[in-house]
């Protein structure tokens, strides 16, 4: 088996078993691969992406940088945990009363989870590692855009479905993107749109 082939396997684990979460070896443990992924978290959303190094991780929780890999096989895996784990954010998809509802709020799910999360907009889109997370809220927008466009007399297959997903997201994190931008170029020049195009 080869590395790469040994990381995505370890990457499942960690994801879809409890089990998968218990460090690998080495000394009794002093911490989660769940306190791990949080801290990961909270410095990825106070200093961006690159502040998360295994490193700075471990230090987050108390381990030597070394222990940390007996909990978490390397960065990249971290990152698929952290993106599983703030898609867990979500509440509950019941909100919306029709097909336009249902759409507005699949894409303010993504781009309230951008705004929380910008570092999000650095982790590539492409070759997502489905977690848990991500799945759960995936299989509930499937379910209620499916719902709301039948009762609105629109028959979308599951593919088409997938690519109104896909759409929204992308709408949604574009939109995210611009108002991170605005804010970041506000603190920067501290004129407001209206005082820039005076």
Same mark, same amino acid.
């Given at each position: 088996?080869?590395?790469?082939?040994?990381?995505?396997?370890? =990457?499942?684990?960690?994801?879809?078993?409890?089990?998968?979460? &218990?460090?690998?070896?080495?000394?009794?443990?002093?911490? +989660?691969?769940?306190?791990?992924?949080?801290?990961?978290?909270? @410095?990825?959303?106070?200093?961006?992406? =690159?502040?998360? +190094?295994?490193? *700075?991780? *471990?230090?987050?929780?108390?381990?030597?940088?070394?222990?940390?890999? =007996?909990?978490? !096989?390397?960065?990249?895996?971290?990152?698929?945990?952290?993106?599983?784990?703030? &898609?867990?954010?979500?509440? /509950? #998809?019941?909100?919306?009363?029709?097909?336009?509802?249902?759409?507005?709020?699949? &894409?303010?799910?993504?781009?309230?989870?951008?705004?929380?999360? /910008?570092?999000?907009?650095?982790? !590539?889109?492409?070759? !997502?590692? !489905?977690? /848990?997370?991500?799945?759960?809220?995936?299989?509930?927008?499937? &379910?209620?855009?499916?719902? #709301?466009?039948?009762?609105?007399?629109?028959?979308?297959?599951?593919?088409?479905?997938?690519?109104?997903?896909? +759409?929204?997201?992308?709408? *949604? =994190?574009?939109?995210?993107? @611009?108002? @991170?931008?605005?804010? *970041?170029?506000?603190?920067?020049?501290?004129?407001?749109?209206?005082?820039?195009?005076?």
């Amino acid at each position: 088996m080869s590395r790469n082939e040994q990381s995505v396997r370890r =990457t499942v684990e960690l994801l879809w078993s409890p089990d998968g979460a &218990a460090a690998r070896s080495g000394p009794r443990q002093r911490s +989660s691969v769940e306190e791990i992924v949080r801290a990961a978290v909270g @410095l990825a959303d106070a200093g961006g992406l =690159t502040q998360v +190094s295994m490193r *700075a991780v *471990a230090a987050e929780v108390g381990l030597k940088p070394m222990g940390l890999y =007996t909990y978490v !096989p390397n960065r990249d895996v971290l990152i698929a945990l952290m993106v599983d784990a703030v &898609a867990c954010e979500d509440g /509950p #998809f019941d909100g919306a009363v029709g097909l336009s509802d249902c759409l507005r709020l699949i &894409a303010d799910q993504y781009r309230d989870e951008v705004l929380r999360h /910008p570092w999000l907009l650095d982790v !590539p889109a492409w070759r !997502p590692v !489905p977690g /848990p997370g991500s799945s759960r809220r995936y299989e509930a927008q499937l &379910a209620a855009l499916a719902r #709301f466009a039948e009762a609105a007399g629109v028959e979308f297959d599951d593919i088409e479905l997938d690519a109104v997903v896909a +759409s929204l997201r992308a709408f *949604a =994190t574009g939109n995210a993107r @611009l108002r @991170l931008d605005q804010a *970041a170029e506000y603190r920067e020049t501290g004129l407001d749109d209206a005082q820039w195009w005076a």
